[in-house]
C-alpha cells in the first residue's frame, strides 16, 4: 500500500480516499470522457440489432453481450 506519511490515517480521510478513488473508476466518469463515441456506438448498435427484426428479448440480450465487445475494441489503448 503507498502511504505518504509513517502514521495510520483517521477513518474520515480513509472514507474520503475510498469515495475519490471510487469516483475515479466510475462508469460515468469514463463515459462522460468520450460521450460522443459511446453515442455513436449506441445509436450504430441499436439500428444494427433494430434493422435484423429478432424479438425485443433476443435484441435486449444481444445488446447486452456486444455492446461490452465493441465498447472495448473501438476504445482500448493501442500499444
Do not use: N, Y
Amino acid at each position: 500500500m503507498d502511504r505518504d506519511t509513517l502514521h495510520p490515517i483517521s477513518t474520515e480521510e480513509a472514507k474520503a480516499r475510498l469515495r475519490a478513488a471510487a469516483q475515479e473508476l466510475s462508469l460515468g466518469r469514463w463515459i462522460g470522457k468520450r460521450t460522443w463515441r459511446v453515442l455513436a456506438v449506441s445509436l450504430a448498435g441499436g439500428f444494427i440489432v433494430g434493422r435484423l427484426r429478432l424479438p425485443a428479448m433476443t435484441g435486449a440480450v444481444l445488446m447486452q453481450r456486444v455492446a461490452p465487445l465493441l465498447l472495448t475494441a473501438l476504445f482500448s489503448r493501442r500499444r
